[in-house]
C-alpha cells in the first residue's frame, strides 16, 4: 500500500504540471452565456487534444494517449486545480465514447472518436423518456426497418445538451411483441437529423441543461446500428456502467467549501466552526468526502490491474449527491435568513450552496436514482435475489401502463 | 499509487481468516459470554504462536518486525471474528506506549515479553463514567508512588503489566505498573460486551516507573490512540462486513410473504446502506494504515477520520443486522447482540465519537492555519 507516487509516475504528474502551467489559458470573466461557456471548452479541448491531452486512456488512433488508468488518474487530479471547462464532453467522452468503441464498426471508430476526444463534435444521450426512467427498458419510442434505414418515432427526455450536441446515442423499441428488455435496438443519430425537435427543459434551479427530444419518422441507416437488432439493452448496459462512472463525481460545494465558509461566518460572535454542532456535521463531510476519494483509489488500483469498472462505482453518486444536497442546505442555514438572497451582488460563494440546494434534487435522479442505484448495488455487488417484476415475461405490447 | 494490500498481507490474511475460522467461532465466543473465563485461553495461545503479538514489534526488541499494514490485516480479522482475547490491550496499548515513550531500556524490557506472548499489557486511563481529561483524571503519583481507582480497563483482570495516566505535580503523566504488586487490586467488573474483560484496578501507593517525560502523559495518550484508532478501525470494519454478511445471509434464506425478504427493497436498501458505510470506512481504514505504516504527520487526521466513519459503519451494520432479523435478533440466543455489543465497546474505548469529532476538526483548523 503506498499512496505516494512511484518514481513513473511523479515525472509523469510532473510533465502534466508543466504542460498546463504554461498553456491553461487565464480566465478573468466568471460570468458568460452558454454559447461562450461552448466556445472555451472546445478550445480548451482541442488546444489539449493536439498536445496528447484529451481522453487519455483512449486509444492514440482514436484521438486518445493509450495512457494507463493511473496516467487518466494523475491527469484529472492535476487538471483539476484549474479554472478549466470540461462538463460539456463528459456524456460524449465517458459514455458514449465506450459505448462506440465496444460496437462500432472499425471504419466508425475512426470517424467518430478522434471529433469526439477533440471536443470538435459533441455527443449526447438520448435514453429517458417520459413513461420510462428508472424502468429504462419499459421506453417506447419505436423504431421500424424500411430498406436499409430505420424510421424513429416517439419522444426522449432528460437529454443534457441535445441543444448544443452534434450527435446521439439512441435506444429504441424495434419490437413490441416480445418482453420488454429483448426487443430493444440501439443506434447512434445525427442530431441534425430531419424530424428532431429539441426543447428546453426549465429545472427548479431555473437553468435548462435538459431536454424534450421529439423524433418524427427520423431515418437512421442500418449501418449506424450499434448491436445486434432487438440487442440493444445489452448495448444500453455498456452506457450505464460508464454512466455512473461519468455522473459520479459532482460539481458544487464540497467539504473544503462549507470548512471555509464555517470559518469565515459568525454565530453568536464567534466563528461558525468553533460551535459544537456544526463541528459535528463537518466531521461527518469530511469522513465521507475521503471515504469517496480513497474508494474511487482502490477502484483505480483495480482498473490498474485490468478489472473493468464495477457497480461499486455507484457508492459515489448515492453519497455524494446526498451530501451535496445537505452540504448546500447547511452553507445556507450559516447565513441564516441572507441565506436565501441569490441577487449576485450581495449573495457568499457565488452562490454555491444556493446552486447545490437547487441542482442536488436533480442529481440525485439523474444517472439513475439513488432508490435504482441501491438495488443494483443490492444484486450485483451483494447478489440479492431481484424484486418480484409484475411484467417478467410479459409481451411488451402487454404490459399494463399508467395510462 | 496502490490502494491494496501485498498478495503476501492477503496470504496474511487468509491464513488469520482460517485460523480464526477454526480457534474462534462464534461458538468459542459464546463459551466467554456465558462462561466466567475473562477470555480464550485456546485461541490467545494459537495467537501468539502464530507470531500476532509480535507482528508490528521490531526484531530488536523480540517481534518479528513486519510492520504495521500487517497488523491491519489481522486486526480486520480479529473484529469479524470478535476474538475474546487481550489482542488489543497488549498489542494496541500497551505495546504502543512503549514503543511511543519508553526508554531503550523499558523497550527492551517489556516488549519482548508482549511479542511472545509470555505477558499481558494494558491501559488505564479511564475512572468511571465519564470523559477523561488532563484536569479531571483523579489517580495520583508522588514520589514513584500511585494512589487511585481505574475503571474500567481493558483486561484489567488478566493484565500483568499496565501503562497508568496519574496526575503528579508536573502535570498529567504516564507510569507502568506491574500489577502483580500486592498494593494493587484488579476486580473483573460487569460490561456490556462480557465478550472482552474488563477490570476496576485499585492502585494504593503502588511503584509506578514513569513513562516519558513527567508531565507529557496527555500528549503521549494522544499519540498512542493515533495508533490504536488505526488499529481499532480495521477491527470495526471487520466487525461491520460480519454483521453485514450475516444479515444478508439470513434475508437471503428468511420467507416472508411467499418469498425471500431480501426481495424486498426496504431489506435491500437497508443492506446497501450498511455496505456502503462499510466500504467508505475499509477505504478511510486504508488511508489511516498507510499513515501509520510510514510515519505520516497526517496520522493524527488519518487516524480520526478512519475512527469516526469506522465507529459510524459498525454502529449502522451491528444495528440493522438485529432488524433484519426481526424478534429473533433480539434473542440471547442469536449472534445479533454479540456484535451490537462489541460495536458499542470500540465506539467509546479510546473516547467517544463527540469527542473525535472535535479533535478531527481541530486538527484540520490547524492544518488549514
Not at chain 2, 339 to 347: D, E, Q
Request: proline share 5%; with cysteine.
Amino acid at each position: 500500500m503506498d499512496f505516494n507516487d512511484t518514481p513513473a509516475e511523479a515525472e509523469f504528474r510532473a510533465e502534466v504540471r508543466t504542460w498546463l502551467k504554461a498553456n491553461v489559458p487565464h480566465r478573468d470573466k466568471a460570468a458568460e452565456s452558454e454559447a461562450e461557456l461552448i466556445r472555451r471548452a472546445k478550445s480548451w479541448q482541442a488546444k489539449k487534444a493536439d498536445a496528447g491531452w484529451a481522453c487519455l486512456h483512449w486509444q492514440k488512433e482514436y484521438g486518445g494517449r493509450s495512457a494507463s488508468p493511473i496516467e487518466s488518474v494523475i491527469w484529472q487530479q492535476e487538471e483539476s486545480k484549474y479554472d478549466v471547462p470540461a462538463g460539456i464532453f463528459a456524456i460524449g467522452q465517458g459514455m458514449c465514447g465506450p459505448t462506440m468503441a465496444t460496437y462500432a464498426t472499425e471504419e466508425q471508430k475512426q470517424r467518430y472518436l478522434p471529433p469526439m476526444a477533440r471536443g470538435d463534435e459533441i455527443w449526447c444521450q438520448l435514453f429517458s423518456e417520459p413513461a420510462a426512467g428508472s424502468d429504462l427498458a419499459g421506453l417506447r419510442t419505436k423504431a421500424e426497418k424500411d430498406g436499409d434505414d430505420w424510421i424513429i418515432n416517439g419522444q426522449k427526455i432528460w437529454t443534457s445538451g441535445a441543444h448544443y450536441s452534434d450527435y446521439g446515442i439512441l435506444v429504441t423499441r424495434s419490437d413490441p411483441t416480445v418482453p420488454k428488455h429483448q426487443g430493444l435496438t440501439f443506434f447512434f443519430v445525427d442530431m441534425k437529423s430531419p424530424g428532431i425537435e429539441i426543447k428546453p427543459i426549465k429545472q427548479i434551479s431555473g437553468a435548462s441543461n435538459f431536454n424534450e427530444v421529439y423524433f418524427t419518422d427520423v431515418r437512421i441507416p442500418d449501418a449506424h446500428r450499434l448491436g445486434e437488432v432487438g440487442d440493444g439493452w445489452r448495448v444500453s448496459i455498456t452506457t450505464l456502467m460508464n454512466e455512473r462512472l461519468a455522473v459520479g463525481s459532482a460539481g458544487g460545494p464540497d467539504f473544503a467549501d462549507i470548512f471555509r465558509l464555517a470559518q469565515n461566518i459568525e454565530i453568536n460572535d464567534q466563528p461558525a466552526i468553533k460551535d459544537r454542532a456544526v463541528r459535528d456535521r463537518l466531521a461527518t463531510w469530511y469522513c465521507e468526502t475521503n471515504g469517496l476519494k480513497f474508494t474511487k483509489f482502490r477502484t483505480q488500483s483495480a482498473l490498474s490491474r485490468g478489472e473493468t469498472p464495477g457497480p461499486e462505482a455507484s457508492i459515489a453518486k448515492i453519497v455524494s449527491a446526498k451530501k451535496l444536497q445537505d452540504i448546500g442546505s447547511f452553507g445556507m442555514d450559516l447565513m441564516e435568513l441572507g441565506g436565501i438572497m441569490m441577487d449576485e451582488n450581495v449573495m457568499l460563494e457565488d452562490g454555491m450552496f444556493q446552486g447545490a440546494f437547487l441542482g442536488a434534487p436533480g442529481l440525485r435522479i439523474a444517472g439513475g436514482t439513488d432508490e435504482i442505484l441501491r438495488n443494483i448495488i443490492a444484486e450485483r455487488v451483494l447478489g440479492l435475489p431481484q424484486d418480484i417484476r409484475a411484467d417478467k415475461g410479459v409481451s411488451f405490447n402487454e404490459i399494463p401502463t399508467s395510462r | 499509487m496502490n490502494f491494496e494490500f501485498s498478495e503476501e498481507q492477503n496470504m496474511l490474511r487468509d491464513q488469520a481468516r482460517s485460523f480464526l475460522a477454526d480457534k474462534c467461532s462464534l461458538r468459542n465466543v459464546r463459551e466467554i459470554l456465558d462462561g466466567d473465563a475473562p477470555f480464550d485461553a485456546e485461541a490467545w495461545r494459537g495467537m501468539i504462536e502464530l507470531g500476532w503479538t509480535g507482528t508490528a514489534i521490531p526484531e530488536e526488541y523480540g517481534g518479528i518486525g513486519m510492520g504495521y499494514l500487517e497488523l491491519c490485516v489481522i486486526a480486520e480479522e480479529l473484529g469479524r471474528s470478535l476474538a475474546p482475547t487481550p489482542f488489543s490491550s497488549s498489542v494496541y496499548l500497551f505495546a504502543e506506549a512503549i514503543l511511543t515513550a519508553g526508554s531503550e531500556e523499558q523497550k527492551k524490557q517489556y516488549l519482548p515479553g508482549i511479542a511472545t506472548g509470555a505477558t499481558i499489557g494494558t491501559l488505564a486511563v479511564f475512572e468511571g463514567p465519564h470523559a477523561p481529561s488532563p484536569k479531571n483524571i483523579k489517580a495520583k503519583a508522588a514520589n514513584g508512588l500511585l494512589s487511585g481507582e481505574k475503571m474500567p480497563v481493558p483486561d484489567g483482570d488478566v493484565a500483568d503489566f499496565a501503562v497508568v495516566a496519574a496526575n503528579s505535580d508536573a502535570g498529567l503523566s504516564l507510569y507502568i505498573v506491574d500489577l502483580s504488586d500486592d498494593s494493587v487490586t484488579a476486580q473483573s467488573i460487569k460490561t456490556l460486551d462480557p465478550t472482552r474483560s474488563h477490570a476496576k484496578i485499585n492502585l494504593s501507593e503502588t511503584p509506578g516507573e514513569l513513562l516519558g517525560n513527567e508531565g507529557d502523559g496527555w500528549n503521549i495518550l494522544g499519540q498512542v490512540f493515533n495508533a490504536a484508532a488505526v488499529l481499532f478501525a480495521f477491527e470495526q470494519v471487520g466487525g461491520a462486513q460480519a454483521a453485514l454478511d450475516m444479515g444478508k445471509e439470513y434475508a437471503m434464506t428468511r420467507f416472508a410473504f411467499g418469498r425471500p425478504i431480501a426481495t424486498f427493497q426496504a431489506i435491500k436498501h437497508k443492506l446497501v446502506d450498511m455496505y456502503v458505510a462499510t466500504e467508505l470506512a475499509r477505504s478511510n481504514c486504508y488511508y489511516g494504515a498507510w499513515a501509520l505504516d510510514t510515519h505520516s504527520t497526517e496520522l493524527p487526521i488519518a487516524a480520526a477520520t478512519c475512527r469516526i466513519s469506522a465507529t459510524d459503519a459498525y454502529h449502522e451494520s451491528s444495528k440493522e443486522n438485529i432488524q433484519i432479523h426481526g424478534g429473533m435478533g433480539f434473542t440471547w440466543e442469536f449472534d445479533c447482540h454479540l456484535f451490537y455489543r462489541r460495536s458499542k465497546l470500540l465506539s467509546v474505548n479510546l473516547g467517544g465519537e463527540p469527542r473525535w469529532k472535535d479533535m478531527l476538526i481541530s486538527r484540520l483548523e490547524q492544518a488549514s492555519a
